[in-house]
């Protein structure tokens, strides 16, 4: 389960809880847990944008939270 | 008297005898709750011997029988990869309670029960409390207890620990189990069959030696996992050539955690598909039959240019007249006001006052219900769910474009502000592709840039504003594509990365959201056109008034007739030059100086103004040259700042110079070409 998972996201490209639920076959859920358990052990990184203190002087910085929301966006490596 | 506990220090003293319970489960599913509302004021909490991991036990009482509980801390699994974990398994090897109590969530029993399956290999006694049974139903997941019960072949008692339902059978349950009423047949997790040969070689090679109370078949699989305690536990307790053997048949198979994990959560797949029914129905419905369309690789782009095209087209419609009659009816008015108040003070007060402070500020100003509406639309895509959906769509072309994720994803935060974009390129971990990220990232049409065009493109476009905005936007973004590509061509060859997303659900957007991000975003803009564009418009006019008070003859003239014949090629004369210059602090200025050096254009508010002195061919060109031009004071220092290097901050200007000069002139003289000058 595991390995399909990483194989899948090793292959590359925009992948989504929901598709990737219907291809192991588990709840959108599960692949969250396993995708938490992978990052966890190692194998995959978070992606954090680094938005913050660079934006103190620009005055459409609240924009980052609608284009940025880094809470959908996770970038990872296997 | 006996202590309820012996590894601990000061405890609760109960009778010989007492029934040791153990309540397991991962931090917030209620287990805390549980314990207080059992054991209530007979309680104690200290630490774990040798550990700063909070201890906390006490007993009970349940048909006249008293229990001791010992409430474990919160752990996702019995892998030594905290000290809690370590804690967790310790007590419940060592300790051997007569029945561990898993508190797990209804509502989220995928996440749970992964702690199960590890309680369950370790062969203790357990009983499932399947907790938050009212959140399972408030968000419409039906857990059967007595399928799960099945499946898992421990007994499973529904709850709701907050309410304190189900409490009083799960005690029942649990003296089942000590009087042996209840009887358990767990069905653990197994691993792959093509696994299970050497497990059974670890477990022969180290049998003999796992030391009490640790049970040989649990060490022999936590071996094979990779579980760094029980690893150093076995290497300490082997003879030197079977630590040897061990060592050599865990090196050929460094994929162990992976399969092991793997067999849980197949396992965990199972007891989910067979207890668990999520209704698909109401948002979980709509948002699949939505993201059909939304979400798709191609139609999910037509949406997205549609979506765009509707945000410049209710700005249009909605904020341009309101711009149009606060310029005319507002702006202008306020202005004659203070002049007829400052009709006794010096000229160049007067000058400065109501050219300078108003005619900038003011012009800028009139941008805010532009900036309100578009705001407006933004924060109403991003409140329904739908930005994600333009990530995950505008990812999937660039990905099929051979554009790398790795440097798509800091690009796209450039929407907002380009300033975090460079800043996001941190993620690129080699430093050629990252430099060439920061390199384009200016050309994401940030939302400075598109508020400039938003203002621009009306006062000549008119009713085709939409479809100049639209085609601007994409241009700069076709720009971006092909620059990437070639990025990727070049430094990302054979690099791959994932992104992974997760789709919010669709909902009804709620006004208050809404609200609160426009007015914090204009109060932002409001905020800067009173500090920034202020000093600026007053310096633009100070150096329009200096020497003689002529605007021609001015310091500004003389500069900008200097530096006119570099315009001219783009169809600007001096003052749409100077106001391209002045956009370099704050993209907005662009504005707050044509409303400077335009102002006092009799009976006529900015934009008639503006209408009447450009033809369409320049205005069309000055719009492909703010789009392309130099990246604003703030992106440039950044640009300094990540890259360590003045040097590459200066080619980044000169680079956007020479972009944006290449493309106003092509854009002027094909449009003069065309018939537009």
Redesign the interface.
């Known amino acids: 389960?595991?390995?399909q998972l990483?194989s899948?996201?090793?292959?590359?490209?925009?992948?989504?809880?929901?598709a990737?639920s219907k291809k192991l076959?588990?709840?959108?859920?599960?692949v969250?847990?396993?995708?938490d358990?992978l990052q966890?052990?190692g194998y995959l990184q978070p992606?954090?944008?680094?938005?913050?203190e660079?934006?103190g002087?620009?005055?459409?910085?609240?924009?980052?939270?609608?284009?940025?929301?880094v809470d959908?966006?996770?970038?990872?490596?296997? | 008297m006996s202590e309820c506990h012996e590894v601990a220090a000061p405890v609760v003293s109960v009778a010989v005898g007492t029934p040791l319970i153990a309540l397991a489960g991962q931090p917030n599913m209620g287990k805390s709750t549980l314990f207080n509302l059992l054991t209530g004021l007979n309680q104690h909490v200290g630490n774990w011997t040798g550990k700063t991991v909070e201890r906390r036990q006490g007993t009970f009482r349940h048909n006249g029988r008293e229990y001791c509980l010992v409430d474990l801390p919160g752990t996702y699994s019995l892998t030594a990869?905290s000290p809690e974990e370590v804690v967790a398994r310790e007590f419940i090897v060592r300790e051997r309670p007569q029945v561990v109590v898993a508190v797990v969530s209804a509502a989220?029993l995928?996440?749970s029960l992964?702690l199960v399956a590890e309680l369950l290999s370790l062969s203790a006694p357990v009983v499932v409390a399947l907790n938050m049974m009212d959140v399972a139903v408030q968000e419409g997941i039906t857990v059967q207890p007595e399928v799960l019960a099945a499946a898992l072949g421990v007994p499973v008692v529904a709850m709701t620990a907050s309410k304190a339902v189900g409490v009083r059978e799960l005690l029942d349950v649990v003296e089942g189990v000590l009087q042996g009423r209840v009887v358990s047949s767990p069905r653990a997790p197994e691993i792959r069959a093509d696994h299970r040969e050497i497990l059974r070689q670890i477990e022969t090679l180290t049998a003999a030696f796992v030391p009490a109370p640790y049970p040989p078949d649990w060490v022999a699989l936590k071996l094979f996992e990779g579980d760094a305690e029980v690893t150093r536990m076995m290497e300490a307790a082997l003879p030197e050539e079977k630590r040897a053997a061990l060592q050599a048949l865990l090196r050929e198979h460094d994929?162990a955690?992976?399969?092991v994990?793997?067999g849980r959560?197949?396992w965990?797949?199972r007891m989910?598909r067979a207890a668990?029914t999520?209704p698909k129905i109401g948002q979980i419905g709509l948002t699949?039959r939505l993201?059909r369309w939304a979400?798709h690789p191609i139609w999910g782009l037509f949406i997205l240019a549609g979506m765009l095209g509707l945000v410049f087209w209710v700005t249009f419609t909605l904020a341009a007249p309101v711009q149009d009659w606060m310029d005319e009816r507002l702006i202008a008015p306020f202005a004659e006001w203070v002049g007829g108040l400052l009709a006794g003070a010096p000229a160049w007060l007067q000058g400065m006052v109501v050219d300078g402070a108003i005619g900038g500020v003011g012009s800028v100003l009139t941008f805010l219900p532009i900036l309100v509406v578009f705001f407006a639309a933004?924060?109403l895509?991003?409140d329904v769910g739908y930005?994600?959906r333009a990530?995950?769509v505008m990812?999937?072309l660039m990905?099929l474009m051979g554009l790398h994720?790795?440097s798509f994803?800091?690009l796209?935060?450039?929407?907002?502000?380009n300033?975090?974009a460079i800043?996001?390129t941190?993620?690129i971990d080699s430093w050629p592709a990252r430099l060439l990220t920061i390199l384009i990232a200016p050309l994401v049409p940030?939302?400075?840039r598109m508020v400039v065009v938003a203002f621009i493109a009306p006062i000549f476009f008119g009713a085709n504003a939409l479809w100049v905005s639209w085609g601007l936007v994409l241009m700069t973004l076709v720009m971006l594509v092909l620059s990437g590509m070639l990025l990727n061509q070049v430094l990302f060859k054979g690099q791959?990365?994932?992104?992974?997303?997760?789709?919010?659900l669709y909902h009804i957007p709620n006004a208050r959201t809404i609200g609160l991000?426009v007015w914090?975003?204009s109060m932002?803009?409001v905020?800067?056109a009173g500090t920034?564009i202020l000093a600026m418009s007053l310096l633009v006019w100070v150096l329009s008034y200096l020497p003689d008070g002529d605007l021609n003859t001015s310091f500004l003239a003389r500069f900008g007739q200097l530096i006119e014949p570099l315009g001219r090629w783009m169809g600007f004369d001096w003052r749409l030059t100077v106001a391209l210059i002045t956009s370099f602090p704050?993209k907005e200025n662009a504005i707050a100086t044509l409303g400077v050096l335009f102002g006092n254009a009799p009976e006529a508010g900015l934009s008639e103004a503006l209408a009447a002195s450009f033809s369409t061919a320049s205005a069309l060109s000055f719009l492909v040259v703010t789009m392309l031009f130099i990246p604003c004071m703030?992106t440039v220092?950044?640009i300094r700042?990540e890259t360590n290097s003045w040097r590459w901050a200066f080619f980044s200007v000169a680079l956007f110079l020479g972009l944006s000069v290449a493309g106003g002139m092509v854009t002027y003289h094909l449009a003069t070409w065309m018939g537009l000058g």
């Open positions: 389960m595991l390995e990483l899948e996201i090793r292959s590359g490209g925009t992948l989504e809880v929901n990737l076959g588990v709840s959108p859920q599960l969250v847990v396993m995708l358990h966890q052990a992606y954090a944008a680094a938005c913050g660079a934006c002087g620009c005055s459409l910085r609240r924009e980052c939270s609608h284009a940025g929301r959908l966006l996770k970038l990872w490596q296997g | 990869n989220h995928e996440r992964y994929d955690f992976l399969v994990a793997s959560y197949e965990i797949g989910v668990v999520q699949e993201d979400a933004f924060a895509l991003e930005m994600a990530a995950y990812d999937n990905h994720g790795k994803l800091p796209f935060l450039g929407f907002g502000c300033v975090p800043m996001g941190r993620v940030c939302t400075a791959r990365s994932a992104f992974i997303m997760e789709m919010p991000l914090q975003r932002s803009f905020k800067k920034a704050a703030a220092a950044v700042q």
